[in-house]
């Protein structure tokens, strides 16, 4: 084989293993079941919603007795191990024996929502042995809202596997994604006290540029209307005058000056008993 041929072969090898490890790489996602068109927005949104949550992952242990010790491991929306490809979403190990059982696949998806929680449903599991029919196993996350909180208390609540038909895992978790939006309307106090304020803030910003820059004013008379507002004192002293005191503005006042008016006559002393006989 020719230097070229051989070049372009090794090429040839080496992206068609760098498409394999991209392929490899990329995680797959959870996908609703029935065909792509006919997901709803509201799925689509809910998915989107949960986005947040794929890189964690969840594990809780459970022990009952001698006889049951389990490990639970769930993505949201990813596989639990992407290196086996089997769509596992939440997966079951046996710390006894170490056996692995796969409770939901995220490829057979459901998720729907109320005012302060996500129900992501995982179908597909591996099959039932002698309970509910043989029938394949599902598991039911229920995410409640909790403010302030990513992911927490993730936690199963129970196992249904009485019943002939339709059993299933029932775990919950908290988080924030569940959560609706807050509500940030104004009242209508409010929108007239900003548009108060932005009002006062133009006419004392636009008037000092104003009047500093067109008039040429300085100091203090670059202030806008200052004589108006030099005798806004004044003119609210004689309102609360007018209109606060308590008394007649025609009463006497509460104290006299001495007069001349005020002093008594003087007696008349008679000094005729001075004057010689």
């Known amino acids: 084989m020719s230097p070229p041929c051989h070049t372009s072969a090794m090429l040839l090898v080496f992206m068609a293993l760098a498409a394999a490890g991209a392929e490899q790489l990329e995680e797959r996602s959870c996908d609703v079941i029935g065909d792509e068109s006919s997901e709803s927005q509201m799925e689509r949104a809910l998915l989107k919603k949960l986005e947040p949550l794929s890189h964690m992952r969840f594990n809780v242990t459970v022990e009952k007795g001698k006889t049951e010790n389990y490990v639970y491991q769930f993505r949201v929306c990813r596989e639990v191990n992407s ?4 769509f596992s979403g939440l997966v079951q190990t046996d710390r006894q024996n170490g056996k692995t059982t796969v409770i939901g696949r995220i490829n057979e998806t459901q998720v729907f929502n109320g005012s302060d929680w996500i129900m992501l449903i995982y179908k597909g599991g591996d099959s039932y042995g002698s309970h509910c029919s043989g029938e394949k196993r599902r598991a039911v996350i229920m995410i409640s809202c909790k403010r302030g909180v990513t992911a927490s208390s993730f936690s199963i609540i129970s196992e249904e596997r009485e ?3 339709e059993c299933f895992y029932l775990f919950e978790m908290d988080s924030s994604v569940a959560c609706p939006a807050e509500n940030s309307h104004l009242s209508v106090g409010s929108i007239l006290l900003i548009t108060f304020v932005s009002l ?6 636009g008037g ?3 009047q500093r820059l067109i008039v040429g004013a300085k100091g203090m008379e670059q202030i ?6 030099q005798d806004l004192g004044n003119l609210v002293a004689d309102g609360c005058d007018f209109v606060c005191r308590s008394k007649p503005r025609n009463a006497p006042a509460a104290y006299r000056g001495v007069g001349d008016d005020q002093l008594g006559e003087e007696s008349e002393e008679r000094d005729d008993h001075l004057l010689p006989m």
Do not use: G, N, R
């Open 163 to 165: 019943k002939e038909q």
């Open 83 to 86: 290196t086996s490809h089997d």
């Open 200 to 205: 006062i803030a133009v006419y004392i910003i």
């Open 208 to 210: 000092f540029l104003y």
């Open 224 to 229: 806008p209307h200052f004589a108006f507002w």
